[in-house]
């Protein structure tokens, strides 16, 4: 997200002269604020050496998810800070869309505040912690879709199934369902023979053609 040259234009622009200057008249704590202002830095560290060179350390945020709504898409990192799309890099993580019940848009940055707001996010974000975590679910899993009604549909990145994964509850139980039907359904059935594979019911699993 951040290169080289994008710390030395956010400083030029935002710090002004710190070429050829003393370098105890370099404010680094100015300087660390310049880039820490940035939506995708988490933390950067400025020092100067001996040899007289300014260093400036970045620690990036790692996006987690992508959630796209119709007015645009923002990033979250695995502490739940929101911060935009980048437009110099695309980072390819899980993706959600649909009916997202977040305020926040696509210049929105920091964490989510309403209390709603707020429990709905931890639950999704512990249903991408959950696949982010699993090698299998990491791999299969490529679209998270929020319907009207607020229940998710899991899109796998081959087949045809779309997996009724409804609200963001019972986490292991439902992929264990869906572990069962890949290991148990589809060899008895065939590939493609069931379009709509349905998580929400306990104990169950309900598969349909349509």
């Known amino acids: 997200f951040v290169t080289k040259a994008d710390v030395k234009g956010y400083i030029e622009k935002e710090y002004g002269q710190y070429l050829d200057v003393a370098l105890d008249s370099i404010d680094l704590v100015g300087i660390e604020k310049i880039v820490d202002g940035r939506s995708?830095?988490?933390?950067?560290?400025?020092?100067?050496?001996?040899?007289?060179?300014?260093?400036?350390?970045?620690?990036?945020?790692?996006?987690?998810v992508r959630f796209q709504k119709s007015g645009g898409g923002f990033y979250?990192?695995?502490?739940?800070y929101i911060f935009p799309l980048q437009r110099t890099y695309a980072s390819h993580v899980q993706v959600v869309d649909g009916n997202i019940p977040l305020a926040a848009d696509s210049g929105y940055k920091g964490a989510i505040t309403d209390?709603?707001?707020?429990?709905?996010?931890?639950?999704?974000?512990?249903?991408?912690g959950y696949i982010e975590d699993s090698k299998v679910w990491k791999e299969k899993i490529?679209?998270?879709?929020?319907?009207?009604?607020?229940d998710l549909i899991l899109i796998p990145r081959e087949g045809n199934e779309h997996f009724?994964?409804?609200?963001?509850?019972?986490?292991?139980?439902?992929?264990r369902k869906m572990e069962k039907y890949?290991?148990?359904?589809?060899?008895?059935?065939?590939?493609g023979h069931y379009k709509i594979v349905d998580l929400k019911y306990k104990g169950q699993i309900v598969c349909k053609e349509k």
């Open 40 to 64: 995708a830095v988490r933390k950067s560290q400025a020092y100067v050496t001996k040899d007289g060179i300014l260093h400036v350390d970045v620690t990036q945020r790692r996006p987690v």
């Open 76 to 80: 979250a990192d695995e502490e739940g």
């Open 142 to 150: 490529v679209q998270i879709h929020v319907d009207e009604g607020m």
């Open 164 to 175: 009724l994964f409804g609200q963001p509850v019972g986490i292991e139980d439902k992929f």
């Open 182 to 191: 890949y290991t148990h359904i589809i060899p008895a059935k065939g590939e």
């Open 115 to 128: 209390p709603k707001e707020k429990a709905w996010f931890e639950s999704m974000m512990d249903v991408i």
